[in-house]
């Protein structure tokens, strides 16, 4: 499939309104497929990461590890990460940091 198809595919579904998780896993399905195609994966690393965390339950390629510690200095400079960590959680001991707490979910919501 050319990468022209899988746009294709992708705009009607975008022309449609995007109400469940299918449908959104679908697009992200699609984005990954171009991304890996056209091997245009440095240039879209942030969303190749999206598509990556949609599609495994465990994200531990040296481009998401790389993103994550972003994350986490940018939240731990902002106090974001111990108002998170301090949201109801259903199971499960505290993360310490974005790859564990994107390994199971979110903790704030998992």
Known sequence: ?????????LTSQLDKAI?????AVYLLVGIRKIIEQDKIGR????????????????LDRT???AILKK???AHASSGVISNC??????????STGSQD???GGVPWFS
């Open 101 to 103: 707490r994107l390994r």
């Open 19 to 23: 109400t469940t998780e299918a449908q």
């Open 71 to 73: 994350f986490d200095t």
């Open 1 to 9: 499939m050319t990468t022209r198809d899988i746009i294709s595919k």
């Open 43 to 58: 240039e879209y690393a942030d969303l190749r990461l999206h598509c990556d965390w949609a599609l495994h339950s465990s």
């Open 85 to 94: 960590m301090t949201c109801p959680r259903r199971s499960g001991p505290r």
């Open 63 to 65: 481009a998401a590890i």
